[in-house]
């Protein structure tokens, strides 16, 4: 079917012959076609983003998580160093409550302020405290990543983190060796950081 159309030109219209399809709009199937090139185009980069943003949240997570056991290691350092001041062994403190030469700590920072003793950091953790009490607080009070063998005080937020520092005995008394592991979990994708450290008694 031919339709005429008006046609403006230089003074006034004149009339072209136009077939219906030539005028009609797009037919439904070109409109999926052209919806689903789009969706195509727009998902990708969502989906670029999406990874990117995770990814980001994980490198921020990773980052706490070896402050947080290299953290563990100078606990344990501070509190063998001290010792071997007040010309004891290395193990002094470190190996609290060691059994078969092993020992194992959560770590509360804080309490090295509050009392003024580099060991008071360390707070020993038998098999039923290496079970449940591994979580990582944040004391918005003052702004410090804790753990407590008991249950957390009013104001510790729990996080991602769960750290245990464990103490082996090397050479008694001269040599110990220091793990400090750190775990998280980021959007469902599990980390872990593992720090190591040998502390010998220099004081010899």
């Known amino acids: 079917m ?37 969706l195509v185009a727009v998902t990708g980069p969502i989906s670029i983003i999406g990874d990117s943003l995770h990814k980001l949240y994980y490198a921020r997570d990773q980052m706490v998580a070896v402050n ?9 350092r501070t509190t063998a160093e001290t010792s071997m001041l007040n010309n ?10 060691a059994t078969g030469g092993v020992s194992n700590f959560v770590i509360d920072p804080y309490a090295v302020f509050q009392s003024g003793l ?3 950091s360390l707070l020993s953790c038998d098999s039923a405290c290496i079970a ?7 004391d918005s009070a003052i702004g410090l990543y804790r753990q407590d063998k008991n249950s ?34 980021t959007g469902g994708q599990q980390g872990s950081i593992t720090v190591t450290e040998n502390i010998f008694n220099w004081a010899l």
């Open 132 to 138: 449940t009490k591994q979580d990582v607080y944040l």
């Open 118 to 120: 580099a060991e008071k």
């Open 152 to 185: 957390p005080s009013a104001g510790w937020t729990k996080t991602q983190f769960k750290r245990l520092v464990t103490n082996t005995e090397v050479v008694a008394g001269k040599e110990v060796k220091i793990e400090s592991k750190v775990t998280w979990n």
């Open 88 to 97: 004891k062994d290395v193990t002094d403190k470190v190996m609290e409550n």
């Open 68 to 76: 947080l056991a290299q953290e563990g290691i100078e606990s344990v």
């Open 2 to 38: 031919i339709i005429k159309q008006p046609v403006k030109i230089k003074h006034g219209y004149t009339y072209q012959n136009f077939s219906r399809k030539n005028l009609g709009g797009f037919t439904l199937l070109e409109t999926m076609v052209a919806i689903a090139i789009l």
